[in-house]
């Protein structure tokens, strides 16, 4: 890989081997592309043109050492091109170098290149799982991890997930107001309240429209699938719902489209956020929700890669 464009001056010689000295001939040339700098391990040299007969072509030299031809460099007519050649480039130092083209008649060209160190490859980390019961072979650990990373989800002690518990309607709250801070900001910077805990995420759902200020919450109690969805159906913009699947009104066997709540499940179905509990697609929209099934759907409320397509 060659990378960078450097500024450089070229200084000639002349007078010669023999001791004359005469007057100073500048020879001008330049970089391939522009290309200066050589990144060790890179398939590509340096190449490097002189505006001078190729005839009259004697040397190279690199730190004032002299290069051997086809095998640290190679040389061609069109005027002078003079190619260092990568294997050759990745024995140098990293830094400066100067590079000097002599001819015959003593004159030469003399332009300075660099070479850099070969970057390191950067591998990629993977969000720690801190839950002891959140274990590799768990269908959901992937979701809980990602959450978790992301912030919106927390264990409910620092080394506890509990998969197999309900959610509550503070914690629903709580989510789409991380989710709708993720989404809108880039970040969630939300924080506990004291001395109600649910507090600071009641009011930023409010305050964004995520519920209404009149609804009456029963926060400890534990959420319904369907109370859940009708919070979680107001955590993101429209448009990031956009139906990806065909799920016509009154489809879903356990969700007419008078039920309460009705409007919010069909377009979580439709935007890919739900499937339903089996090939039928129920919702069974009265019963409660796990905190490992949660994980999971915020996972693809936040991720359109992952959002499930299907038809009913």
Same mark, same amino acid.
Request: charged letters at 15%.
């Given at each position: 890989?060659?990378?960078?464009?450097?500024?450089?001056?070229?200084?000639?010689?002349?007078?010669?081997?023999?001791?004359?000295?005469?007057?100073?001939?500048?020879?001008?040339?330049?970089?391939?592309?522009?290309?200066?700098?050589?990144?060790?391990?890179?398939?590509?040299?340096?190449?490097?043109?002189?505006?001078?007969?190729?005839?009259?072509?004697?040397?190279?030299?690199?730190?004032?050492?002299?290069?051997?031809?086809?095998?640290?460099? %190679?040389?061609?007519?069109?005027?002078?091109?003079?190619? +260092?050649?990568? @294997?050759?480039?990745? =024995? $140098? /130092? *990293?830094?400066? &170098?100067?590079?000097?083209?002599?001819?015959?008649?003593?004159?030469?060209?003399?332009?300075?290149?660099?070479?850099?160190?070969?970057?390191?490859?950067?591998?990629?980390?993977?969000?720690?799982?801190?839950?002891?019961?959140?274990?590799?072979?768990?269908?959901?650990?992937?979701?809980?991890?990602?959450?978790?990373?992301?912030?919106?989800?927390?264990?409910? %002690?620092?080394?506890?997930?509990?998969?197999?518990?309900? +959610?509550?309607? @503070?914690?629903?709250? =709580? $989510? /789409? *107001?991380?989710? &709708?801070?993720?989404?809108?900001?880039?970040?969630?910077?939300?924080?506990?309240?004291?001395?109600?805990?649910?507090?600071?995420?009641?009011?930023?759902?409010?305050?964004?429209?995520?519920?209404?200020?009149?609804?009456?919450?029963?926060?400890?109690?534990?959420?319904?699938?369907?109370?859940?969805?009708?919070?979680?159906?107001?955590?993101?913009?429209?448009?990031?719902?956009?139906?990806?699947?065909?799920?016509?009104?009154?489809?879903?066997?356990?969700?007419?489209?008078?039920?309460?709540?009705?409007?919010?499940?069909?377009?979580?179905?439709?935007?890919?956020?739900?499937?339903?509990?089996?090939?039928?697609?129920?919702?069974?929209?009265?019963?409660?929700?796990?905190?490992?099934?949660?994980?999971?759907?915020?996972?693809?409320?936040?991720?359109?890669?992952?959002?499930?397509?299907?038809?009913?």
């Amino acid at each position: 890989m060659l990378s960078g464009t450097m500024n450089f001056t070229y200084t000639t010689s002349g007078g010669g081997g023999g001791g004359g000295g005469g007057a100073s001939t500048n020879l001008s040339g330049s970089f391939a592309g522009g290309l200066s700098a050589y990144v060790k391990g890179s398939a590509s040299g340096i190449v490097y043109t002189v505006n001078k007969d190729f005839a009259q072509f004697d040397n190279v030299r690199v730190d004032n050492n002299t290069l051997t031809r086809n095998t640290q460099f %190679t040389a061609e007519n069109g005027s002078t091109k003079i190619t +260092l050649l990568p @294997a050759y480039l990745d =024995t $140098l /130092a *990293a830094g400066t &170098h100067s590079l000097r083209v002599g001819f015959k008649d003593n004159t030469s060209a003399t332009v300075s290149f660099t070479v850099t160190a070969e970057p390191t490859p950067i591998t990629p980390t993977m969000p720690v799982n801190p839950f002891s019961d959140v274990r590799g072979t768990d269908w959901f650990i992937d979701d809980v991890i990602y959450a978790y990373s992301k912030g919106l989800i927390d264990g409910i %002690t620092p080394t506890t997930f509990a998969p197999n518990s309900n +959610l509550t309607y @503070a914690q629903a709250v =709580t $989510l /789409a *107001a991380r989710m &709708h801070q993720l989404y809108t900001k880039g970040e969630v910077t939300l924080e506990n309240g004291n001395p109600i805990w649910y507090q600071t995420y009641v009011d930023y759902a409010v305050e964004n429209g995520i519920i209404g200020s009149g609804d009456a919450y029963d926060w400890s109690a534990t959420a319904t699938r369907a109370g859940y969805m009708q919070i979680f159906a107001k955590a993101l913009p429209d448009d990031a719902f956009a139906a990806i699947n065909s799920v016509p009104d009154g489809s879903i066997p356990d969700v007419p489209m008078d039920y309460p709540g009705a409007a919010a499940i069909y377009k979580l179905y439709r935007a890919g956020i739900l499937q339903g509990n089996d090939d039928a697609h129920t919702c069974l929209p009265d019963s409660n929700i796990r905190r490992s099934e949660v994980a999971a759907i915020l996972t693809r409320m936040m991720n359109p890669d992952v959002m499930i397509e299907f038809s009913i």
